[in-house]
């Protein structure tokens, strides 16, 4: 099956600091990519969706000045938490798609704790 | 927005029981996806549906999309402890940008 490759796995950061998250489709193109956000026994909250080469669109909520979303390849997309504060501590997970209604596929996940 | 609701929240069950989970939603979707977390991963896909009435089975999983496209529910046979984890529904509408609604997920612990 198609492989997302997440990094890093976990990141503490200091109050202030960015903190940036890789997301990476390992043997296939990635038209679309999702960001997700997930709190303790919680379900996933898209934050925004990230095309190849394009601005990503975000829902609802989520400051686009915060959360920065860059689809720079058809393999990579980050995401920069900027001017991180505890209360963006949080699971960050990636999804990718190879082609728009196909299915996605999630990376491992990154643990971010803001101290 | 369009709503999905999971129900058990969690689930208690012992070694080799069958369990039932299910999801409905408040408007109908194209796709129903399964999908299993186990902790501190990301979601495994399990299993994919993309037809009312379709029945898919996948290994001890078995899912369905139900006929008005407004539900679906996974059954897992004979559970072993491995099947420990959250399990999550999404529907997807496909005119939505691929965007996937999410269950609020079905906590499963096995005991031995």
């Known amino acids: 099956g198609a492989v997302v490759s997440q990094h890093p796995s976990w990141v503490i950061c200091k109050s202030g600091t960015s903190v940036k998250i890789e997301c990476r489709s390992l043997d296939f193109q990635a038209t679309t990519m999702f960001w997700y956000r997930q709190f303790p026994k919680q379900s996933l909250m898209l934050m925004a969706t990230s095309n190849e080469g394009s601005k990503a669109t975000y829902e609802q909520g989520v400051e686009k000045d915060k959360f920065l979303i860059n689809h720079a390849s058809l393999t990579l997309s980050t995401l920069t938490v900027t001017s991180a504060h505890p209360e963006d501590s949080s699971f960050y997970i990636c999804?990718?798609?190879?082609?728009?209604?196909?299915?996605?596929?999630f990376g491992q996940g990154t643990r971010l704790t803001v101290v | 927005g369009q709503q999905l609701n999971q129900s058990p929240q969690s689930m208690f069950i012992q070694e080799g029981e069958d369990v039932s989970m299910n999801c409905t939603s408040s408007s109908i979707f194209n796709t129903w996806l399964w999908y299993k977390q186990d902790p501190g991963e990301g979601p495994v896909l399990l299993i994919a549906?993309?037809?009312?009435?379709e029945l898919t089975s996948n290994g001890r999983l078995t899912a369905q999309f139900g006929i008005t496209r407004k539900d679906s529910f996974l059954n897992i046979s004979a559970s072993i402890p491995s099947d420990v984890g959250i399990y999550f529904c999404a529907g997807r509408y496909n005119t939505n940008a691929g965007k996937s609604t999410f269950g609020d997920g079905t906590t499963l612990t096995v005991k031995p």
């Open positions: 999804s990718a798609t190879e082609v728009l209604h196909s299915e996605a596929f």
């Open positions: 549906l993309y037809k009312a009435g």
